[in-house]
């Protein structure tokens, strides 16, 4: 036997929840082969088969939660599969419909033999760019019903848009394979059409499997009235204790998403982290959860926000942060991007802006301080001799951090092009795995959203971030005289174990003088 073990998931990266099994004990399976999806707080991860073989014990079942190098199976290289096919967990579900009382499903003979002609499969179609799997939401068709070529057997529903499920062939509807709310991946087959078959009951898009899809809709409207929402919908916004009335569906005909669902799960947290933090006393009751009041909202953490509140925890608890703070007079940057500005952007087709400025100011320092741009691995100290930028960007989904490589060899125009695009990647979420890890040193802007200080977090295993604040006029004294300048305060955060005082607020002050005096950086001082 050989094992199956959860892979390398990224810089940072510690741990995966185990998604979707594409197989299970007993099934031949072929090199390559995806077994299992992983997913990460911001990716999913396909786990492949090494050599053909057999699948042997599952160790870890979906839900759970394992980290890298962790056992999830076994695979025999040369084992040969059970006597009786095995069927994976979509056509499990399918089968215990088909012995469910009340439920009508055919099989494959008898749906050739109620026509007479060849049945073919409908599959699920490509759902777009970075989608890679979605969830049944309403059958428009039962078993037995007569359909058109193309027309439409199934909503399928992923975090951005409803796809529809067409028919491949005219015929009759001989077998359905999987239910609402189950999960599946582009190319897998959903159900099964008699070529040619007629004789049952016609089936509209209206009104195709409306007896099967009124009890979950109508259960899944959590008090919405009229509104219905997609199976996986529903189970967040049961999770989240969130009001479907209160919902904004954009599915076909008003239904609710997923995506939709999350939102709305997201908002609910926000407002329920405005409220007054509980005493310590109730912090430190058992943690059996308290009644919460009537002016009260309980709303259940999204895995993404709580893998994002682990990840910070964890840096607090492993590294010595310490923050300085000095702050920069954006004058000549601000007359310089003025002056330039219409001559940069129609020699490079994209506008000056004030992070490729920032990234070359905190370059310029990284080289003069290498210990900033370290990092300490066991009782070794890392320095690296290039210049991977990350640069944090606020999402819908949560804060990513793409990596703007070697900037050091990179001009402001190509620096500010780079920006525009992971930061357009990030917000689509189709930012891969490579293009988040790697960076050896953070700039995180806070002014963006009107930040006028903070200390930001370590972005592990980096020794250094550097916080952005929003540029305000303030009077300042200058050669004896109180003038108004646009001023930024900067907060440099730093592992206090790698990085000592002295050069970290040597590092922060270079950086204010190669902002307030960009020449220094064209003259290497």
């Known amino acids: 036997m050989t094992d199956i073990t959860v892979p390398q998931l990224g810089e940072s990266v510690t741990e995966a929840t185990v998604g979707s099994w594409q197989v299970k004990t007993g099934d031949a399976v072929s090199k390559d082969d995806v077994l299992v999806e992983l997913e990460t707080d911001k990716v999913a991860v396909e786990v492949r088969a090494e050599e053909d073989g057999v699948m042997g014990d599952i160790a870890a079942q979906e839900g759970d939660t394992v980290e890298i190098g962790a056992k999830l199976g076994e695979l025999d290289a040369g084992g040969k599969a059970d006597s009786k096919p095995a069927k994976s967990g979509k056509d499990d579900k399918a089968e215990e419909a088909k012995d469910a009382p009340g439920t009508e499903t055919k099989s494959k003979d008898e749906g050739k033999a109620s026509g007479g002609g060849d049945t073919v499969e409908a599959t699920v179609p490509q759902m777009g760019e970075s989608v890679t799997e979605g969830t049944i939401g309403s059958w428009l068709v039962k078993v037995g019903d007569t359909v058109e070529i193309d027309q439409a057997l199934v909503e399928i529903e992923t975090d951005k848009v409803a796809v529809e499920v067409p028919s491949p062939v005219a015929g009759e509807v001989a077998e359905l394979l999987?239910?609402?709310?189950?999960?599946?991946?582009?190319?897998?087959?959903?159900?099964?059409?008699?070529?040619?078959?007629?004789?049952?009951?016609?089936?509209?898009?209206?009104?195709?499997?409306?007896?099967?899809?009124?009890?979950?809709?109508?259960?899944?409207?959590?008090?919405?009235?009229?509104?219905?929402?997609?199976?996986?919908?529903?189970?967040?916004?049961?999770?989240?204790?969130?009001?479907?009335?209160?919902?904004?569906?954009?599915?076909?005909?008003?239904?609710?998403?997923?995506?939709?669902?999350?939102k709305a799960a997201e908002a609910a947290s926000k407002?329920?982290?405005?409220?007054?933090?509980?005493?310590?006393?109730?912090?430190?009751?058992?943690?059996?959860?308290?009644?919460?009041?009537?002016?009260?909202?309980?709303?259940?953490?999204?895995?993404?926000?709580?893998?994002?509140?682990?990840?910070?925890?964890?840096?607090?608890?492993?590294?010595?942060?310490?923050?300085?703070?000095?702050?920069?007079?954006?004058?000549?940057?601000?007359?310089?991007?003025?002056?330039?500005?219409?001559?940069?952007?129609?020699?490079?087709?994209?506008?000056?802006?004030?992070?490729?400025?920032?990234?070359?100011?905190?370059?310029?320092?990284?080289?003069?301080?290498?210990?900033?741009?370290?990092?300490?691995?066991?009782?070794?100290?890392?320095?690296?001799?290039?210049?991977?930028?990350?640069?944090?960007?606020?999402?819908?989904?949560?804060?990513?951090?793409?990596?703007?490589?070697?900037?050091?060899?990179?001009?402001?125009?190509?620096i500010e092009k780079e920006i525009i695009r992971l930061g357009k990647r990030a917000r689509d979420g189709k930012l891969s795995i490579d293009e988040m890890q790697g960076a050896t040193f953070t700039l995180s802007n806070g002014g963006v959203y009107g930040s006028l200080m903070s200390m930001p977090i370590l972005n592990a295993?980096?020794?250094?971030?550097?916080?952005?604040?929003?540029?305000?006029?303030?009077?300042?004294?200058?050669?004896?005289?109180?003038?108004?300048?646009?001023?930024?305060?900067?907060?440099?955060?730093?592992?206090?174990?790698?990085?000592?005082?002295?050069?970290?607020?040597?590092?922060?002050?270079?950086?204010?003088?190669?902002?307030?005096?960009?020449?220094?950086?064209?003259?290497?001082?």
């Open 461 to 525: 295993p980096q020794s250094g971030i550097l916080g952005m604040h929003k540029i305000q006029e303030r009077p300042v004294a200058e050669n004896g005289q109180v003038v108004i300048k646009p001023m930024m305060y900067l907060a440099l955060s730093y592992d206090h174990r790698i990085v000592d005082g002295k050069e970290a607020v040597t590092f922060l002050v270079r950086v204010k003088e190669n902002l307030e005096d960009p020449q220094r950086m064209l003259f290497d001082l």
């Open 271 to 414: 407002a329920a982290s405005s409220t007054p933090a509980q005493a310590p006393a109730a912090a430190a009751a058992p943690s059996a959860p308290r009644e919460t009041g009537p002016r009260e909202e309980r709303v259940r953490m999204t895995r993404l926000r709580q893998t994002i509140a682990k990840r910070l925890k964890d840096a607090q608890n492993s590294a010595a942060i310490l923050t300085t703070y000095n702050e920069a007079d954006m004058s000549a940057i601000m007359a310089a991007r003025k002056a330039h500005q219409e001559a940069f952007v129609a020699k490079h087709d994209v506008k000056l802006g004030f992070m490729s400025f920032f990234i070359k100011a905190c370059v310029s320092a990284l080289k003069e301080i290498p210990a900033v741009n370290a990092e300490i691995d066991g009782t070794d100290i890392i320095y690296k001799n290039y210049y991977d930028m990350g640069v944090a960007v606020g999402t819908d989904r949560g804060l990513v951090v793409p990596v703007v490589r070697d900037a050091d060899q990179m001009s402001l125009a190509e």
């Open 178 to 262: 999987v239910e609402e709310g189950d999960t599946v991946s582009p190319g897998d087959a959903v159900a099964k059409i008699a070529e040619g078959a007629g004789g049952g009951k016609v089936a509209s898009g209206d009104e195709g499997g409306k007896a099967e899809a009124e009890a979950p809709a109508a259960s899944s409207s959590s008090g919405g009235g009229d509104k219905k929402a997609m199976p996986s919908a529903s189970r967040v916004m049961e999770e989240n204790k969130v009001d479907a009335g209160s919902v904004e569906g954009t599915g076909k005909d008003g239904r609710i998403t997923k995506g939709d669902a999350l």
